[in-house]
């Protein structure tokens, strides 16, 4: 008899080998079958599954409708949101989805699907993240954070002003870093100054009540400022960049969208929607009397030794900003207007805006920090933390571009959308923007943009108008995640902080989204007609 297993051993030689009965193997046998009857592979399978009844489809169809090849291509778009929104494989894991799909389904060569993870905007991408990681390295955000919320902090307090600050502060940073990673590096900062308020149990009645409304408004408006800051420029979010992509691979002989463009456009619009933000916010949480009840616990004195900490600025930390200072200075005249062009053109239009990205994150493996021997502002080590996420999903949204186009998938969509030839612009706008906004509220914004954009494009088609006067309020909208913590990550981000429910991001977020696609309504046929010159004809497109 074995002790262990408690199984009897038997000298006869009639006597089975194995247990006829192993309750033991039967339970196992159970929970392995179990494990695999579960939600998550149930998901994973979903997306060949209909890649497969698709395929059928077109079979049955004899290809009609546009040829093997578009059928082939709405298959693996299929495949691939369905694993985009379930998530039942990691979204990086799919963004990589089209390198082995499209050569498999014949719908382009394994080289020039390679080509899309890889070009000028990919290239802004990377020189940006390496930036922003060195900017987070030596603390200059929080510095800048503190100094600006000082700048905002009287004596006696206004909740209101001070919540400027805040909000202020987390847009700025938002504008030149991903607006995740700007939600992250600022909520420490925000949360450190409401940490001088009392706690729940030493508060009065009316004291409570304020305290809990300002705690709200900082979180809220540091989530929200980081999304509406990311607006302004391509480097604040991927979905401004998935669309200059998109852009630049439907259009190529169109002028493409420079960072200078996108900011003569973005920053306006952002301007709005901020303000709008901080109307809300001051009306909603900072109510008459609430300045005097926290003027006892919030003052100048603590953000002062909070900046004291930090020390002087060092060499690093001032050749950092200096870098970042001539970034934005390449970025913004590279291209200025059709009239007056700027360095670009000394180099025949052969250099791109991610090209001064990498350039200036270069010079920071090659100037010298100052703090020792040998050592430089960057080294690789540092850039291990770079969201390759991000650069996945990007090549990702600009490979499916190029395959939608080459495939006739779109000719397929612009049949099928005839009806919309005759529905006027200020109809067709707001609804493009609340369909982006409902999507993003249950899968990522890039996501979203790369689900909308080549149907939008279609769309434009049909309508005979040009195609930026819907994708843009298209790109934007998908970044009106407001109303639920699992929008994006930022909401998650405030979220865990303890201090909001999910009824104060309703409360917020309705009002703020309506706000947003009233100003895309209205300033996208008006200034972005000039800035983007859509009142000309785009090449290839009528």
């Not at 999507?439 to 930026?468: C, D, G, R, W, Y």
């Given at each position: 008899?074995?002790?262990?297993?408690?199984?009897?051993?038997?000298?006869?030689?009639?006597?089975p080998?194995?247990?006829?009965h192993d309750?033991?193997?039967?339970?196992w046998?159970?929970?392995s079958v179990k494990?695999i009857?579960?939600?998550?592979?149930?998901?994973?399978?979903l997306?060949?599954l209909?890649?497969g009844?698709?395929?059928l489809?077109g079979?049955?169809?004899?290809?009609?409708?546009?040829?093997?090849s578009s059928?082939n291509?709405?298959?693996?778009?299929?495949?691939?949101f369905?694993?985009?929104l379930?998530?039942?494989?990691?979204?990086p894991?799919?963004?990589?989805?089209?390198?082995?799909?499209?050569?498999l389904?014949?719908i382009?060569?394994?080289d020039?699907v390679?080509r899309?993870?890889?070009d000028?905007?990919?290239?802004l991408?990377l020189?940006?993240?390496?930036l922003a990681?060195?900017?987070?390295?030596?603390?200059i955000?929080?510095?800048?954070?503190?100094?600006v919320?000082?700048?905002f902090?009287?004596?006696?307090l206004n909740?209101?002003?001070?919540?400027?600050g805040?909000?202020a502060?987390?847009?700025?940073?938002?504008?030149?870093m991903?607006?995740?990673?700007?939600?992250?590096m600022?909520?420490p900062?925000?949360t450190?100054i409401?940490q001088?308020?009392?706690?729940?149990?030493?508060r009065s009645?009316?004291e409570k009540?304020h305290?809990?409304?300002?705690?709200?408004?900082?979180?809220?408006?540091?989530?929200y400022?980081a999304?509406?800051?990311?607006?302004?420029?391509l480097?604040?979010?991927?979905v401004?960049?998935?669309?200059?992509g998109?852009w630049k691979?439907y259009?190529?002989e169109?002028?493409?969208?420079?960072?200078?463009?996108w900011?003569?456009?973005g920053?306006p619009l952002a301007?709005?929607?901020?303000?709008a933000?901080?109307?809300?916010?001051c009306?909603l949480?900072?109510k008459?009397?609430s300045g005097?009840?926290?003027?006892?616990?919030?003052d100048?004195?603590?953000?002062?030794?909070?900046?004291?900490?930090l020390?002087?600025?060092?060499f690093?930390?001032?050749m950092?900003?200096g870098?970042f200072?001539?970034?934005?200075?390449?970025?913004?005249t590279?291209?200025?207007t059709d009239d007056?062009?700027?360095?670009?053109?000394l180099?025949?239009?052969?250099?791109?805006?991610?090209?001064?990205?990498?350039?200036?994150?270069?010079?920071?493996f090659?100037?010298?920090n100052?703090?020792?021997?040998g050592?430089?502002l960057?080294d690789?080590?540092?850039c291990?933390?770079i969201?390759?996420?991000?650069i996945?999903?990007?090549?990702?949204?600009?490979?499916?571009?190029?395959?939608?186009?080459?495939?006739?998938l779109t000719?397929?969509l612009?049949?099928?959308?005839?009806?919309?030839?005759?529905?006027?612009?200020?109809?067709i706008?707001?609804?493009?923007?609340l369909v982006?906004?409902?999507?993003?509220?249950?899968?990522?914004?890039n996501?979203?943009?790369?689900?909308?954009?080549?149907l939008?494009?279609?769309?434009?088609k049909?309508?005979?108008?040009?195609?930026l006067l819907?994708?843009?309020?298209g790109?934007?909208?998908a970044q009106f995640?407001?109303?639920?913590p699992?929008?994006?990550?930022?909401n998650?981000?405030?979220?865990t902080t303890g201090h909001?429910?999910?009824?104060d991001m309703?409360?917020t977020?309705i009002?703020l989204k309506?706000a947003?696609?009233?100003?895309?309504t209205v300033?996208?046929?008006t200034l972005?007609?000039?800035?983007f010159?859509t009142?000309?004809?785009?090449p290839n497109?009528?």
């Amino acid at each position: 008899m074995n002790e262990d297993s408690g199984t009897v051993y038997s000298d006869d030689p009639r006597t089975p080998l194995l247990p006829l009965h192993d309750p033991i193997r039967g339970k196992w046998s159970f929970n392995s079958v179990k494990s695999i009857l579960t939600l998550n592979n149930f998901f994973i399978l979903l997306g060949p599954l209909l890649c497969g009844i698709v395929c059928l489809c077109g079979k049955l169809n004899g290809g009609g409708g546009g040829g093997n090849s578009s059928w082939n291509m709405l298959a693996v778009l299929v495949w691939i949101f369905s694993w985009w929104l379930t998530e039942a494989v990691p979204m990086p894991i799919t963004s990589m989805s089209p390198l082995f799909l499209f050569p498999l389904f014949g719908i382009s060569s394994a080289d020039d699907v390679a080509r899309s993870y890889m070009d000028d905007v990919i290239s802004l991408v990377l020189g940006s993240f390496i930036l922003a990681l060195a900017v987070e390295h030596y603390n200059i955000h929080r510095r800048l954070a503190l100094n600006v919320t000082l700048l905002f902090c009287r004596d006696p307090l206004n909740p209101s002003l001070l919540l400027l600050g805040i909000c202020a502060t987390t847009a700025f940073v938002s504008m030149w870093m991903h607006n995740v990673a700007a939600a992250v590096m600022m909520m420490p900062v925000a949360t450190g100054i409401l940490q001088r308020l009392p706690p729940p149990g030493s508060r009065s009645t009316l004291e409570k009540i304020h305290v809990t409304k300002f705690c709200k408004a900082v979180v809220l408006g540091v989530i929200y400022s980081a999304a509406v800051g990311g607006m302004s420029t391509l480097t604040g979010t991927g979905v401004n960049l998935i669309l200059v992509g998109m852009w630049k691979s439907y259009f190529p002989e169109a002028r493409p969208i420079s960072f200078s463009t996108w900011f003569f456009f973005g920053f306006p619009l952002a301007l709005v929607i901020f303000m709008a933000l901080w109307t809300i916010l001051c009306l909603l949480y900072c109510k008459r009397g609430s300045g005097q009840a926290l003027s006892a616990y919030l003052d100048r004195g603590h953000l002062k030794r909070e900046l004291d900490l930090l020390g002087p600025m060092a060499f690093a930390e001032k050749m950092i900003l200096g870098v970042f200072s001539m970034l934005i200075v390449l970025w913004m005249t590279r291209n200025i207007t059709d009239d007056t062009p700027g360095w670009g053109s000394l180099f025949d239009g052969r250099v791109g805006d991610g090209t001064a990205s990498v350039l200036m994150a270069t010079l920071l493996f090659i100037i010298p920090n100052k703090k020792q021997q040998g050592e430089k502002l960057m080294d690789w080590k540092k850039c291990k933390e770079i969201p390759w996420n991000i650069i996945l999903l990007l090549g990702a949204g600009f490979a499916i571009a190029d395959g939608v186009r080459s495939s006739g998938l779109t000719d397929v969509l612009s049949g099928m959308l005839e009806f919309l030839e005759a529905a006027p612009y200020w109809a067709i706008a707001p609804a493009v923007s609340l369909v982006s906004g409902t999507i993003t509220e249950f899968t990522s914004n890039n996501a979203a943009t790369t689900l909308v954009i080549p149907l939008l494009i279609q769309i434009a088609k049909t309508m005979h108008s040009h195609p930026l006067l819907l994708m843009v309020p298209g790109a934007i909208g998908a970044q009106f995640a407001f109303l639920l913590p699992t929008g994006t990550p930022s909401n998650i981000v405030g979220f865990t902080t303890g201090h909001i429910e999910i009824k104060d991001m309703l409360t917020t977020g309705i009002p703020l989204k309506v706000a947003g696609v009233l100003a895309l309504t209205v300033l996208m046929p008006t200034l972005g007609a000039r800035v983007f010159g859509t009142d000309k004809l785009v090449p290839n497109f009528q």
